[in-house]
């Protein structure tokens, strides 16, 4: 019956002058539910000045108290129950049919031992109320205080920012200063807190910060740098659902608990740098982390090496590197991609294709469809090029090997006139001038069209005459002037013919 009904039917008691039969009809209840009124009224000896300040809840009581029988059965301990609950895939059915079969005469039937359980399961911390199987998951956050220091160097205040991670099963805690919430630093904080517990779990909870989530929502987007460090331990990350606290309660309530017993007394500390910070944190941390539970037997640290620590993933071999990912841009016609106003190259086929470029403190790679298309030295030059020459087309590619030392190296295979002629042709200036790279390359074709021996001997004539031109060159080898003379007068006026220019000529100014 309502409450409000049943105290309206007792003020009516207690007027002298109401009947039994007069308060049922007033009330539409039955005269025997106002005897009963009336009896349980007496039997409790209440007044009606104490109806008046009891609640309802204590009235209930008062009126229809809870009758329990005297039992004997044994209870199991709940508190191991509750322990053995936290092993992955153990259902309670099974502890009840153990407990059963150690108690077969007084046991519990499986309803009233969930009643049980349940009830016991309510009088725990909110935080441990969920079932969290051991070394599955980790939950993370920043807090929302900040530690102040002093930079040494510059004397400027700066913040650190609180980075807090808790395992479910355990709730053993970690906590680390961070220079910002930025990506880089995300992604350290969350690598030390691997190196931390010695081990990988299964799911890692993160809130929806920029650094791990890039779009959040139903159509949900990783932050691809967090999920290659994801893959890189092999774990998974399955962020909080948008204002959805309980999500990662164990984070938020590790946070309140950090920041009661350790941002307290680190506030009471002045700091240079964040590694004085990082030095402070680890006693208090250790002092927190073995600290007793108040309804547990033991405390975190232990819970941890118990449950948590041996059944966690093994750390891979080598620490995650950090790499940024640049959006796609598209190749242009030059088949160079600028980094951080610096130029790397691609292949030349991709050129107008879209690709992606993946940044660590060493190495620049480029992908093209998810598939690794190019890798870079990096380079800090703002306004430099870095150039694989494998990337050029043929043609380029020829273009860009003509130097001093190409040309030089195919000179010494002629000859050691051509040798000389090509030493000419870069004397005063630098190893790529562009005339000498011209000059030695028309070179090559004359070797090609007369063939060396030819060339050379042109090269030991051009030499001799001080005209060290592809002209002089190409004329010798027209007129066969590179050919042992012959013994007739037709040679001999051939060459002392007028026509014939040489040394002189030049010298004079003719």
Known sequence: MNMSVTRAIIRALYNPANSNRMIAKLHSVSPNTVRDYRRRIKDAQLTQQQVKTLDDSQLQKLLWPVRHKSTHRPLPDWKAVHQQMQARHQVLLQIWEEYRRTNPIGAY??????????????????????????????????AGQTIKWTDAATGLEQHAQ????????????????????????????????????????????????????SKPGKELQLNRSYQDMAEHYGCTIVPARVRRPQDKSLAENGVLLISRWILTQLKKQQFFSLAEINQAIVPLLAQFNQRPFKR????????????????????????YVFARWYAAQKVPTDYHVYIEQHAYSVPYQLVAEKVEAKVTLSTVVFFHNNRRVA????????????????????????????????????????GTNTLAWVMAQFEGHAAHSIVGNRACSQLQQLAKQYGPE???????????????????????????????????????VMVMHSNVRGPAYYQEGL
């Open 296 to 319: 547990l037997p033991g405390c975190r640290l232990s819970r941890f090496l118990e449950l948590d620590k041996p059944v966690l993933q093994p750390l891979p071999a080598e620490p």
């Open 454 to 492: 030819r060339l050379e001997a042109a090269c030991r004539c051009a030499c001799e005459i001080g005209s060290r031109t592809v002209s002089s060159v190409r004329s010798i080898l027209q007129c066969h002037l590179d050919e042992p003379a012959e013994a007739s007068t037709e040679t001999a």
């Open 109 to 142: 039937s499986y309803p009233q031992f969930t009643y049980f359980y349940r009830q016991f399961l309510a009088g725990l911390d909110i935080s441990m109320r969920q079932i969290h199987y051991a070394g599955e998951a980790e939950y993370n956050d920043f």
């Open 375 to 414: 890798e870079h030295t990096r380079s800090y030059v703002v306004g430099g090029c870095s150039t694989n020459s494998q990337h050029r087309p043929a043609s380029h590619r020829a273009y860009a090997e003509q130097s001093f030392t190409l040309y030089e190296r195919w000179a010494r295979t002629v």
């Open 162 to 213: 609180i980075y807090v991670a808790v395992l479910g099963c355990s709730q053993y805690t970690f906590c680390y200063a961070c220079q910002s919430q930025q990506l880089e630093h995300w992604i350290d904080a969350n690598r030390r807190t691997f190196e931390f517990f010695g081990g990988v779990p299964q799911v890692v909870v993160p809130d929806n910060l920029k650094s791990a989530v």
